[in-house]
């Protein structure tokens, strides 16, 4: 259950935009919102006491937003280094998730909204969602919320790793706010085709059994064949997912990554949020045995 997020703030996203996501958490148990602005101690130099009165000021607007939605909330300004501060809080907070921006495009350009996004996804030990959002120009830039109903369709790639699974047991967390699930298996690294129906077939069986184990969730399942992580981003536009749901690590080539060449490539090039459940070295790439429960 997720009772407390992170919410890192630049004040570069509206706070309607970002904060409005949160609200989505409180069907699934979220009690408390922590905000943080992390005035960067690289850059500031002798300023930072300066910058940290602004940022003071500017985080009781985003603090007033959070109670509005009937959360507890609590705001903090700390001088330091973005990346560190941020995983750090993080852990001494012990929340249950952060919650991060993106552009539609690519990462949105403030102080950490883009290099520190990667850095969290890929070292920290907690869930990360990352939130998506059109970038206009009109004189300005802002941004356009793309997130709206987060978690009405959330498509979960599986690639039968016990890793992989634990995506599973974070959909048991949230039934009640996940309204449809499209589970998806990819096949990669063909070496034999007389074996490719073997093996869709198989795929096939494993996604139906774990389907029907998926009590209170609708839920369908697809087997594809290509680069897992083109034909994630490929079918969440086309199965119009509202989020990606994966694993930090799964087996194969991920192993031996903190985020894993899949996860990241998927981050990068999906319009889509992405959840991003935290790597473990309890399994190191096992394999999935059906017999086990996952949840």
Same mark, same amino acid.
């Given at each position: 259950?997720?009772?407390?997020?992170?919410?890192?703030?630049?004040? $570069?996203?509206?706070?309607?935009?970002?904060?409005?996501?949160?609200?989505?958490?409180?069907?699934?148990?979220?009690?408390?919102? *922590? @905000?943080?602005?992390?005035? =960067?101690?690289?850059?500031?130099?002798?300023?930072?006491?300066?910058?940290?009165?602004?940022?003071?000021?500017?985080?009781?607007?985003?603090?007033?937003?959070?109670? !509005? @939605?009937?959360?507890?909330?609590?705001?903090?300004?700390?001088?330091?280094?973005?990346?560190?501060?941020? +995983?750090?809080?993080?852990?001494?907070?012990?929340?249950?998730?952060?919650?991060?921006?993106?552009?539609?495009?690519?990462?949105?350009?403030?102080?950490?909204?883009?290099? $520190?996004?990667?850095? &969290?996804?890929?070292?920290?030990?907690?869930?990360?969602?990352?939130?998506?959002?059109?970038?206009?120009?009109?004189?300005?830039?802002?941004?356009?919320?793309?997130?709206?109903? %987060?978690? +009405?369709?959330?498509?979960?790639?599986?690639?039968? +790793?016990?890793?992989?699974?634990?995506? *599973?047991?974070?959909?048991?967390?949230?039934?009640?706010?996940?309204?449809?699930?499209?589970?998806?298996?990819?096949?990669?690294?063909?070496?034999?085709?007389?074996?490719?129906?073997?093996?869709?077939?198989?795929?096939?069986? /494993?996604?139906?059994?774990?389907?029907?184990?998926?009590?209170?969730?609708?839920?369908?399942?697809?087997?594809?064949?290509?680069?897992?992580?083109?034909?994630?981003?490929?079918?969440?536009? &086309?199965? !119009?997912?509202?989020?990606?749901?994966?694993?930090?690590?799964?087996?194969? =080539?991920?192993?031996?990554?903190?985020?894993?060449?899949?996860? !990241?490539?998927?981050?990068?090039? %999906?319009? /889509?949020?992405?959840? &991003? &459940?935290?790597?473990?070295?309890?399994?190191?790439?096992?394999?999935? =045995?059906?017999?086990?429960?996952?949840?």
């Amino acid at each position: 259950m997720i009772e407390t997020v992170l919410v890192p703030v630049d004040f $570069t996203i509206e706070k309607e935009d970002l904060l409005g996501c949160i609200g989505e958490f409180k069907n699934a148990g979220l009690k408390k919102v *922590i @905000l943080l602005h992390v005035v =960067d101690i690289h850059k500031s130099q002798g300023l930072a006491p300066m910058f940290e009165r602004n940022a003071k000021k500017r985080i009781e607007d985003y603090t007033g937003f959070a109670e !509005e @939605l009937g959360l507890e909330t609590e705001a903090l300004v700390v001088v330091g280094d973005i990346k560190r501060t941020i +995983s750090e809080t993080a852990d001494r907070k012990n929340v249950d998730a952060i919650i991060m921006g993106a552009t539609a495009k690519g990462f949105i350009k403030g102080r950490f909204l883009g290099r $520190t996004t990667e850095h &969290i996804a890929r070292s920290s030990k907690k869930i990360l969602l990352v939130e998506k959002y059109d970038a206009l120009k009109e004189g300005k830039e802002f941004y356009k919320n793309a997130c709206r109903a %987060t978690f +009405s369709r959330v498509l979960v790639p599986l690639d039968f +790793s016990k890793e992989s699974m634990k995506a *599973i047991e974070q959909l048991q967390e949230f039934e009640g706010i996940v309204k449809e699930v499209l589970l998806l298996h990819v096949i990669d690294n063909i070496k034999d085709m007389d074996l490719l129906d073997e093996q869709r077939e198989e795929a096939k069986g /494993k996604l139906g059994r774990i389907k029907e184990q998926l009590t209170g969730i609708k839920s369908q399942y697809l087997v594809v064949e290509g680069i897992p992580s083109d034909e994630i981003v490929k079918f969440a536009n &086309i199965e !119009e997912a509202t989020m990606i749901m994966l694993t930090s690590r799964g087996k194969g =080539d991920l192993i031996d990554l903190i985020l894993g060449s899949t996860a !990241e490539s998927v981050l990068r090039k %999906t319009i /889509k949020p992405v959840l &991003i &459940i935290p790597a473990s070295k309890e399994f190191d790439g096992e394999e999935w =045995d059906e017999g086990e429960e996952y949840a």
